[in-house]
Structures are given as structure tokens and as C-alpha cells.
């Protein structure tokens, strides 16, 4: 019986081992199958276009193993993301559409991690430019997979910093090549009669038409918001990025030190001309006069720190009188020592400065070196009354552009001290002219009474005079700035540079442009009751000569009477008389130097580079000439001072 016993034991042993057996086979062989079949799954990628980090969108696609058998699928791409949130990119404009197949050919060697296989999928960027919904999406969608199922069938692109670089317009919209763009929409040198140099993308292009500023603006591409030529992107970023590579590369990148997009930046550049005995490095004290001048208006105007000594042995006439393609001066105008701004930048390596600098020489003399020298030159059909450049000038400068020099020569030769308010006046008129301005603000009418800027001859090289009370005609007399008050009208819309004591006269003045327009004067018919009718509490004084300069006289500008033909009767009406001697009688402008509208100046060009036909070295003289007459002349070296007017001069 024991032995009967133990024979059923064993058969349901064997048994329970059989099908122990046979179940895990059927395991083994399901685990062996499921392990055998090949899975295929896209990646996601975001690309920052305007960083210039690539032209496509470069999807990976991973196919697990090769199984004995070739494996496909097809791919298409579609508008939006996989889940259809957020912004969607737009094909043929954000992405160049793409469909097809991809095949994993049986024999291939494995070129991914862990025995796997990996493919690319290119999808290109597209040429339209729009600055709106950022992290605009797409997606990559997988299907139809033979010899493979598809783990994760949809890759998303996400598109973020859209491009703001863009070529010439094409059917009135402004559109993009990416990386390959020549053309920027922030900084173009739109000059007709010069070669555009102000390329911040593709470095060394030639030239192109210009953009459609217009269309960059509407698209949102190229935002302004101060109107100082500057994208809000390159002030925010602190330099214009020139080979566009997101880096700032000292050696190519222009910098723009404390710029600030909600205020005009205007970035200035001098070199100066020496001498054993003698330089015409302007002094600090005179610099500051002009940016605070500036700052008075809320314009931030930068002075390069970095200067270099010109020898004036071989320049001692700094000239713009010279013509492409080498810029060389004529030496029958500008004598045998002479050179050009051109020449002196290219000397200097100032080099890609020039796509944001203006460019300023302190020099001996400007255009000519004698008499007879200037009598050889180009008139000047701007300004100058269609007359040679005279000997002596106190300056010249680009109209409209971005050159320009301070000679002051004639006082070194005479040994007269050059006071802090010549300095900083002739400067900031040189800088007007760049900026756009003339002799009379918009015009070329000089000695106008009702137009108070340095930008006249009456205040460029003295200031303008300021009174004790409004209604005075004498200047205040003063040790320090103390003595001379506040700024009148501060802050407001018609706000004013605050007055300074010179240090040369003791006496109150104030340097800037216009900054109110006064009443326009008829000379066939002035009213003297009415006078300069300024704001009540204006302490500027005016200045006019009814007598060819033989006497200059004073006014107030708060609306006091003002006896325009020295009669000594301040109550005249239809009075006729030249009250700024140019032989002529007629109206006399006024003019709002500072002028704003919708938060931007109108009246002075902070974005010179943008605007059409800018002056840029050499070419046509009414472009750019614009030659200061000399503060004196030979045996005719004079000052004015008497009980009714303090010495502020200027001799024509």
C-alpha cells in the first residue's frame, strides 16, 4: 500500500511540473514577442529666432530597433499645438510646411543611445515678420508606422522672440531671410547720395534698397519710443548688436553706455587738434553746460569719454569739403594742412562708432586756412547765402548729419580767453545743425529777435541773456549760479535750460535751444505793444540792431513793450524797420526748438540716420555746409559793454 502511495505522489509531480512548464514557455514567449516590437517617437523643439541659433526647426525622431524588418512611417505638419492651446504658428508664414516619409532601412548600424536609431525631420522658418504672439506653436504629427508602433505620435515647435531684422518690403509688408537678412529696421543709413553703412546684419553685404520703416513700425518689429533712431531693444540691451549674433562683441558691437528706451540718447564723439603751445581740448566745466542743457528737455546726451590729440601740425584745417572715394580736401580750398573728418575717423578707428556717434573735432580752423584759400572754396548755397566759407569760422557742420567741428582758432591767435559759454555754445549750435536745425530754426534767417537758441548768432558763442525780473533789459549781474535763480517754467511743457553766471562777464545766461515760440514778427509791420509776448514770468532778454550792428539793444521777452526802431516812442504801430539786418523786410518766424508731439520731438532730429538724404561726408554743400561766421575779424577785434547792455558779443 505504502508503495501504491508513493506512484500517485509522483505522477502528480509530474503533473504540477508539466504545466508549471508549459505556463511559463507561454510567458517566456509572450515577454519575447512584446520585447521584440519596435516603437518610434518625435521630440518637442523651441527655437528663439531672432538669436540667430539656427534657420530650422530640427526634429529627432527614435526608432527603438530593427526587428529583421525595414521599418516607415509618414510625417505632416499642422498648425497649432497638440493640444490646440496657446498661439498657433501659421504656415507659409511662421514655418515652411512639410510632409513625407521616413524609412529605417533593414542592415542599417544603430546611431543613437542603447542600440537605437535616430532621424531628423528640418522644418524652415518662414520669411514673414510679426512681432505679435510670441511662443507662436505648430506640430509634427507621426502616423501609418509599418513594422513599428508609435509611443508618441506628435512633436510640438513653439516659436519664441520673433525676428526683428528685415529686408526691403515686398508687396507693401516687411519680411524676413532670418539669419540671412541684410538689412536692419534699426539703424539704416537712407542717405541717396551716400553708400548705406549703417548694416547692423550681415556685415560687409552690399548695399540694398532701404526698409519700409513704416512697415517694420505697423508689424511691431521695430519699436522707436523715443524717437532717438534707436530700437527699444538695442537701448535695452545696451549696444546695437552688429553681426546679430546675440553676444556683445567689443570688438564689432557698438555700445550704448545708460541708454534708456522711454528717453532720446545722443551719443557724441570728439577728438581734438594740439599743438606744442597750445590744444583745443574743450574743458569740462563747458561740456557739462551742454548736457544739461539737454537734460533740461529730458534728452540724455552721452559724451564718449575717450578722446585722441590730433596733431595739428598736419591738420590745422579740419574740413568737410571733400568728395568721394578717398575724401581728401582740396588744399586750393582748405590749404597744404589739411584733413577730413573722413580721414581723421578712419585714422582714429572710429570705425562702426559712426552707426551711433556724432563725430565732433575741436580744431584750429574749420574748411580753409587763409583769405584767400576760402575765396577758392564751394559756397555755401545753404545757409551761407550762396558766399565762400569765411576765414576765421567758429565752426561748420553736417545739417542734418552726423559731422561736424568747433574751430576757435581765431581766439588762440589773437590770445583771447575763450570762455566756458563759447565753448559750450558754439558746440551745442554745431550739434543743432546735425540735429536738423538752422540759423532760425527751421529756416536760415539769422539775428531774429523772437527766436532765443544758440542756433543764432545773436547766442551761439554768449548765451542767451537773462534778467533780475521779467520785464528788465539789462542782464543780471552775479558772482555765482546762485545769483542768477531757477530755471523758469520748471518742470512743464515749456521748461528752460537754468541760467548760469559767466565767469568772463559776471553776468546771467541761460544755454539752449528755443524752447517757446514767440510771436512772429512782420517788419513791414511791427507792433510794439505787443513786443515779444513770451510767458509773464520770462526773464530771457532779446537782442536787435536797427543800425547794420552799429549798436546792439536788449528787450524783454514777458510781452513788454519794445521800441523795434529806437525812436524812443515803445507805443508804435505799422512800424517798418529791419530789426535783423538782412536788407530785407519781411516775417520773421518764431520757433519751438524743443517742440513735442505725442511725446517725441518734432523739430530736432535725434534719428538722423533714418531720415531720407542725410549728410554724410563730403557731397553737396547744401547738404552740409553751414559755416559760422567768425566772432571777429581782423583790426575789427571789439567788445560791447555799456550801462544798458552787458558785454555779450558777436560782430557779423
Known sequence: MRIRESSVDNRSTLLLLLFSSVFLLLVFARVQHASAISTLS?????????????????????LSKLTGKSVSVHYATSDASPDHTGSAAVANQDYVPVSGTLTFAHGERPNGPQGSYLATIAVEL??????????????????????????????????????????????????????GAARSCSQV??????????????????????????????????????????????????????????????????????????????????????????????????????????????????????????????????????????YLPDP?????????????????NFGLKQLAYHYAVFAHYSTCGSAADCLRCTADLECGGGQPPPFGATGSGEINGDDFMVSLGAYTDAGVPISYETWAGVLM????????????????????????SVMNYSFFNTGIPVSKVPGDSFAQACLTDLDCGPAPDCPGPDCEAAPHCSTTTHRCYRLDFSSFR????????????????????????????????????????????????????AAGFGIQQ???????????????????????????????????????????????GDYCLPLFSAGNLRSIASAESPPWFRVP
Open 189 to 326: 543709413n537712407r542717405s541717396a547720395g551716400e553708400t548705406p553703412y549703417a548694416v547692423l546684419e550681415g556685415l560687409g553685404v552690399s548695399p540694398s534698397a532701404d526698409p519700409n520703416f513704416a512697415a517694420c513700425q505697423s508689424a511691431g518689429i521695430w519699436r522707436d519710443s523715443d524717437g532717438d533712431g534707436f530700437s527699444d531693444a538695442a537701448e535695452t540691451q545696451g549696444y546695437l548688436d552688429v553681426n546679430s549674433n546675440g553676444i556683445n562683441d567689443p570688438d564689432i558691437d557698438v555700445p550704448l553706455p545708460d541708454a534708456d528706451p522711454s528717453q532720446p540718447d545722443v551719443y557724441l564723439h570728439y577728438d581734438y587738434v594740439a599743438a606744442r603751445d597750445h590744444d583745443h581740448n574743450p574743458p569740462a566745466p563747458a561740456l557739462q553746460l551742454v548736457v544739461e542743457a539737454f537734460a533740461a528737455h529730458g534728452v540724455r546726451l552721452h559724451i564718449d569719454p575717450q578722446h585722441n590729440a590730433i596733431d595739428e601740425s598736419s591738420a590745422k584745417v579740419i574740413t568737410l569739403q571733400a568728395n568721394a572715394p578717398n
Open 429 to 452: 549750435h554745431e550739434l543743432g545743425h546735425n540735429l536738423g536745425l538752422k540759423h532760425g530754426g527751421a529756416d536760415c534767417d539769422n539775428y531774429k529777435p523772437n527766436y532765443l
Open 126 to 179: 518662414g520669411d514673414h515678420v510679426s512681432a505679435a504672439n510670441d511662443a507662436r506653436s505648430f506640430t509634427v504629427t507621426l502616423s501609418g508606422a509599418t513594422n513599428a508602433v508609435i509611443s508618441k505620435a506628435q512633436g510640438s515647435g513653439i516659436l519664441l522672440r520673433p525676428a526683428s531684422s528685415c529686408l526691403p518690403p515686398e508687396n507693401a509688408g516687411c519680411f524676413v531671410n532670418f539669419c
Open 518 to 569: 514767440y510771436n512772429d514778427l512782420n517788419e513791414t509791420g511791427l507792433d510794439e505793444t505787443i513786443g515779444l509776448a513770451g510767458t509773464p514770468s520770462s526773464r530771457n532778454l532779446t537782442i536787435w540792431t536797427p543800425d547794420q550792428f552799429s549798436n546792439l539793444y536788449y528787450g524783454p521777452t514777458n510781452g513788454s513793450h519794445l521800441d523795434w526802431n529806437r525812436d524812443g516812442d
Open 42 to 62: 518625435i521630440n518637442d523643439v523651441t527655437l528663439m529666432e531672432d538669436s540667430c541659433q539656427n534657420k530650422s526647426f530640427v526634429f529627432t525622431l527614435t
Open 578 to 624: 529791419d530789426i535783423n539786418e538782412d536788407g530785407e523786410k519781411t516775417l520773421l518766424t518764431g520757433s519751438n526748438d524743443w517742440a513735442m508731439k505725442n511725446g517725441v520731438f518734432i523739430n530736432l532730429n535725434f534719428a538722423f540716420q533714418t531720415v531720407t538724404n542725410f549728410a554724410n561726408d563730403g557731397g553737396t554743400p547744401w547738404l552740409h
Open 332 to 348: 586750393a580750398c582748405s590749404g597744404p594742412s589739411a584733413k577730413s573728418t573722413y580721414q581723421l575717423r578712419q585714422e582714429t
